[in-house]
């Protein structure tokens, strides 16, 4: 048995509170050493289109939320939902999968998506990795 | 302790985006011999009713995509939701779980659910199977 | 390795459907002994604030069934997420906490907040308790 921790999560989602949620769950356990493994499907997978992760928002029901949490983003000088995925790159320790299926279901190609993906997997992959993590999420 | 793997998923979601989550993260996982739980509450409980997951859509916020992922799915061959449930249960390995409490709450009768469900149960039967599943999620 | 099995949940989502998903989860296994850990952040955590959870209500894409819901809730004597919330307290199993981050992105002050948070906490200390739980899930 492995001794690293891992985290492993699927990112379903795309709005910008989620996509958080995903990226500070991720850089908290890479912070604490842990393995962090991302499966991005369905809308989040839409958002590693090259250009979307910048236009992510708050879903329809939370809109009038989204000047004030802004601009107190801007204050704390908080990074961006792409930032913060270049930093876990950087770490060493974060993989990122695209979703195959989801890829054929919306016709998104390999050249659509952002260069940090480390690789285009379908589930069987990502939950034989999830099989032995500590904490595994569907976001 | 079991050597067979597990998976236990909660499914409150009923659109089809989630919907198809659930049964490809199930199908995966009886592909690989592991058993899967689908424990069916709130939204994922009402696509359970007879004739209503043939009718589940994408959530009001990416309706503009339904038409394309729906040419999509047909042209790849993929089979609907509901087809997938069926397999499911065909493979043996898996239970589908409908939440007691949820019928309660929005008058659901056993009648009115497709005839897949394995059990109706509360939270306590789910939870103690999830308590040593390899993958829990909530979808 | 502890004996007492433990659940260990995100709650990003402040909608009266996934609160009562949250805790009913919750509540299932302090009934069963187990400890309890409620992170709650984005809506979740809103929902905290004095007054809040008493006006949760259903997703948009869901209106059309509240009152419905709400009848059967009152015929049933079900208790509110709130009255739920209190209970999980009494019990002794259950700590809840309040994600930094969301607070200061939200601009939410400790005395905003109801009597029930146990400690204000950033992702690494709830990680650090999932880590070892039966059950862990983002709701």
């Given at each position: 048995m492995s001794q690293t921790k891992k985290i492993a999560l699927v990112v379903q989602s795309g709005t910008i509170d989620k996509l958080y949620c995903a990226f500070i769950l991720a850089s908290t356990s890479v912070a604490m050493g842990w393995e962090a493994h991302l499966y991005f499907t369905f809308w989040g997978l839409q958002s590693?289109?090259?250009?979307a992760m910048e236009k992510a928002s708050l879903p329809g029901d939370y809109k009038h939320l989204e000047e004030a949490m802004r601009k107190n983003l801007e204050r704390m000088k908080y990074p961006t939902p792409y930032e913060m995925l270049k930093r876990l790159k950087q770490s060493g320790l974060c993989k990122v999968y695209a979703c195959t299926p989801t890829m054929e279901m919306f016709g998104v190609?390999?050249?659509?998506?952002?260069?940090?993906?480390?690789d285009m997997v379908g589930a069987a992959t990502f939950l034989t990795i999830a099989a032995d993590a500590n904490v595994s999420m569907f976001i």
């Open positions: 590693l289109v090259k250009g190609k390999r050249e659509d998506l952002v260069p940090e993906i480390d």
